[in-house]
């Protein structure tokens, strides 16, 4: 099987990360799938977005929490790309219209490692059971507790590790919690550069971000890595399929 390519943020080296335009950019240029960040609104919605303040990526200012979803469709998030002006901050059901007819895959990073969002893994499950994204979803974080939570709400949901420490023998630790994927940053597989083959031989993938630069495109591919996710899904289609 060939390495699968996700967009991180969608294709955010050209268009404004995290955005539908980022999304619709990425399926273009024939990704296999999606990775994108959520945050619940002050009435609960679930929105896609990096940071958990809008300063960086629109015209407005504060926390994602203390706005509603109304309030958060006025800002402008183009992130400074030109050409992409106008463009709105998306909701998670938003993003799931775009795929939910194809075989792409959406990595959902929870973003509950500085905000501990109310209930937002039963959200998450929620909606892909009501969008009918089933076996479709990775959902992954730096909380490990709330990789756990997914867990004990649906044992065999597809969960990721998020972690850019230099754990030792990492597969291990998925094993005892469970989880079916690994999402390390590519800079710890230099330490341990058999993990694509362990993980392998567990059954676990190895989901590695953020890999933009082609020579470490070509590195992790040939250790076996189950995924890249990048900024750049046409540069990795061209390091994976020579074109
Ligand atoms: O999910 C991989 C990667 O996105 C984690 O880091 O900060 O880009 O969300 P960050
Ligand atoms: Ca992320």
Redesign the pocket.
Known sequence: MSTRILA??GASAYAPENTIPAFELALEQETDGF?L?VHLSKDGELIVM?DERIDRTTNGQGFIKDYTLEELRAFDASCGKDGYRGTTIPTLAEVYSLVRGTDKIV?V?I?TDIIVYPNICGKLLALEDAMGMNGRVIY?S?NHYTVCEMLKARPDAKV?L?Y?SMIVSPWDYARGLRASCL?P?FITLSNTPNMAEECRKLGIET?V??VDDPEWMERLMKMGVTSL?TDKPDLARTVVFGK
Request: hydrophobic share 25%; aromatic share 10%.
């Open positions: 991180h943020r990775e960040d990096h990595n990073e973003k992954s730096f990721g998020l850019m999402h940053h989901n971000w953020t996710i």
